[in-house]
């Protein structure tokens, strides 16, 4: 399997810009996780899926962040104005349904996104 | 706010020497404990998960949990160069696929 997949794997652009960044799960995966990891804070959970809909939404940091899941094999986040603030690397991680416990994550290679 | 803290470091230790890495939570409802290595620049990766107070042993690592503490510490024997990493805490949150991660320690094996 080719791992989760993430594009694109660096992104500069100007404040006020649109951003959308891009993620492909495991194929077989019901579980899709946006993280963002900055030093300060670490590596934070924005939001996550199961089979395609949002579950936990409670770490969008605000309303120009949204995220969609067309499909099981494709989500999408969106910044939009970004700010320099947003400047980070996004994780995209995806995972098996495992009623009893909590499966193995596994990461995409991230975006580092860098605002100006 | 569910927290998961961790020494930033650098813990520096000798190639072949024990790296014990330490971990606390504050959620008392949490179940599952993960810790994830990750080289920089790179994304993380799952080395090591535990679910039961004791003792995980899963080749040169041990996992070791004490939810009476809200504690969780990784042993690395036999430390190698390419231990060295930031490794990063991990903790379920009440709807159990939702993790909480500590903000990492950074390992540094000196040859």
């Known amino acids: 399997d080719a791992g989760v997949i993430q594009s694109p794997r660096h992104e500069v652009t100007e404040m006020g810009q649109e951003v959308t960044l891009r993620c492909k799960p495991i194929s077989g995966h019901d579980y899709l996780f946006w993280y963002r990891q900055t030093m300060m804070r670490g590596l934070e959970l924005l939001i996550y899926?199961?089979?395609?809909?949002?579950?936990?939404d409670s770490g969008m940091p605000e309303d120009r962040f949204s995220a969609k899941m067309p499909n099981a094999s494709f989500s999408t986040l969106k910044i939009q104005p970004s700010e320099p603030r947003d400047s980070a690397v996004y994780f995209c991680?995806?995972?098996?349904?495992?009623?009893?416990?909590?499966?193995?994550?596994?990461f995409g290679p991230g975006t580092r996104l860098t605002v100006l | 706010q569910k927290e998961v803290e961790q020494n930033s470091g650098p813990l520096s230790v000798p190639e072949g020497a024990i790296a014990s890495l330490n971990c606390t939570y504050s959620d008392r409802g949490s179940q599952s404990f993960f810790w994830y290595r990750q080289y920089s620049g790179k994304s993380p990766e799952l080395i090591m998960s535990?679910?039961?107070?004791g003792d995980k042993e899963d080749g040169r690592f041990t996992a070791q949990l004490n939810k009476a503490s809200q504690y969780v510490s990784l042993l690395i024997r036999d430390s190698q160069p390419s231990d060295s990493a930031t490794y990063l805490c991990?903790?379920?949150?009440?709807?159990?696929?939702?993790?909480?991660f500590g903000k990492g320690t950074s390992l540094l094996v000196t040859p």
């Open positions: 535990i679910y039961s107070n």
């Open positions: 899926f199961n089979n395609n809909v949002p579950i936990d």
């Open positions: 991990a903790v379920n949150s009440n709807s159990g696929y939702a993790l909480n």
């Open positions: 991680a995806s995972s098996w349904d495992l009623a009893s416990s909590t499966d193995t994550q596994y």
